[in-house]
């Protein structure tokens, strides 16, 4: 993922972040059923703790005839009844809400709790735990002995409310854990199974390099399609290159050996002569512009300074006699991406043109990713965009047909170079050569 691309366009963040939400979900609703059921499992807890100790003061009441009620809290097993303020408390009230007794732990009035009904419970867990039960207490034989009683038993310090607060806790602490490792080994496994796509990326930044031609090595089922259709492409362009290149050097026979016997002939007339030159040029511009045609891919980066160096014999040997000095002045690991007969085509087309129009030096020299050819001539025209076209010069009185630069620009072109003619700061031509991609 390059950096100005946004984050999830990325296939392993989107995975990514799809598993973290599902598993982010999941975890909160385990969450939930879990706290859930704890709450449950503490509720009913305290509800049978609370009506066993509501049946143990049942047990250890005694109620005389005047409604007295003596209880023998040595019998119930809850010592905190017996302790002041302890959180654990017990009341006896009758129905129409009079006290009849409560518990040593309670040292405030109390609001008395509705009667719930005869053998009915009613069971509250906020604040804390409360149960009551209504009953009927007989004292006589009467129907006026029988007295409604309601037995309330509140604890708003039970052990067990603070061991469910200390579980809840520890159940969302061990449940974040477990989705923070969940979500790492997810994470492993997606770049585990995403790393025959991450391959195949590799190979086909190595073919566009050039230093590859086709992709290799064992890839699952699911993409085993598409490998084998980028290497029937890549083949399929391969053997049209091929043969159109080798049609191409057919018809550059065809047409130069007639060519050359016309251009031989002693009898030919001076302006049939200039036409067939010129044919002759366009046949070698057109040749040369289809030649080096949709190569770009696949072409593996080439060190220019060999070629430059045999391209220096030869340019000081043709202009001998403007005594032409060509300095090249390149890192020998300066590179473009280009084959090395279009790259001999390119710099030859460039640094003739530089040849005939400066006096006695050029400059070959980098500048970055750049490639700079100067010289110490007048210079290209304010307007330069014409001069790549064919058949148009900055000087008529050169020789040539005006077509080395529009050459020159096609091959760079069918590269991803780019042609910018310029000036020198001493009024001297400059052609910049530049990679698309870094071109400022």
């Known amino acids: 993922m390059t950096g100005s691309q946004p984050l999830f366009n990325s296939l392993r963040w989107r995975l990514l972040a799809s598993a973290g939400i599902i598993l982010l979900f999941f975890i909160l609703l385990t969450g939930l059923a879990l706290n859930r059921a704890l709450g449950n499992y503490t509720r009913h807890a ?30 119930v097993p809850a010592p905190r009844l017996q302790q002041p303020d302890s959180g654990l408390i017990a009341t006896l009230h009758t129905d129409g809400g009079k006290l009849l007794w409560q518990s040593p732990s309670l040292l405030s009035a109390t609001t008395p709790p509705a009667f719930p009904g005869i053998d009915r419970w009613s069971f509250h867990d906020h604040p804390g735990f409360t149960l009551t039960y209504g009953l009927e207490w007989v004292m006589g034989e009467g129907d006026e002995d029988i007295q409604r009683l309601t ?91 091929s043969r159109f290149r080798n049609a191409l050097a057919d018809l550059a026979h065809s047409l130069k050996t007639p060519l050359a016997v016309m251009k031989s002939s002693p009898l030919q007339d001076p302006q049939l002569q200039q036409q067939v030159d010129r044919i002759d040029d ?38 001998a006699d403007k005594k032409m000095l060509l300095e090249i002045d390149i890192p020998p690991a300066f590179t473009l ?33 750049s490639l700079l050819i100067d010289d110490d001539g007048p210079g290209f025209p304010a307007d330069t965009a ?33 042609l910018k003619l310029t000036s020198t700061p001493a009024g001297g031509g400059r052609v910049r050569i530049t990679p698309t991609n870094q071109e400022s």
């Open 46 to 75: 305290e509800y049978d703790r609370l009506q066993g100790l509501i049946y143990s003061l049942l047990g250890a009441a005694d109620i005389d005839a005047s409604g007295r009620v003596t209880m023998a809290l040595d019998r």
């Open 282 to 319: 366009i046949i070698s511009y057109q040749l040369k512009r289809a030649a080096s045609a949709g190569v770009r891919a696949i072409t593996p980066p080439l060190e220019i300074k060999p070629t430059l160096l045999r391209l220096k014999t030869v340019l000081e040997k043709v202009y």
């Open 386 to 418: 014409g001069l790549l076209r064919r058949g148009q010069r900055a000087d008529s009185r050169s020789p040539g047909q005006g077509i080395g630069l529009a050459v020159a620009d096609d091959i760079a072109h069918a590269y991803g170079l780019t």
């Open 151 to 241: 037995v309330a038993v509140t604890d708003v310090a039970s052990p067990l409310q603070s061991e469910r607060a200390q579980l809840g806790y520890r159940l969302w602490l061990w449940l974040l854990l477990i989705s923070a490792v969940l979500l790492a080994a997810l994470g492993a496994l997606m770049v585990w199974g995403l790393k025959p796509l991450r391959t195949i990326r590799w190979q086909l930044d190595r073919i566009r390099k050039g230093t590859a031609t086709r992709l290799s090595g064992n890839v699952p089922s699911e993409i085993q399609p598409l490998t084998q259709s980028i290497n029937t492409l890549l083949e399929h362009q391969q053997r049209q290159q």
């Open 337 to 369: 991406k280009i084959a090395a007969d279009d790259l001999m085509e390119l710099c030859g087309n460039l640094l003739d043109n530089a040849a005939k129009h400066g006096h006695s030096r050029i400059i070959v020299h980098a500048e970055g990713d």
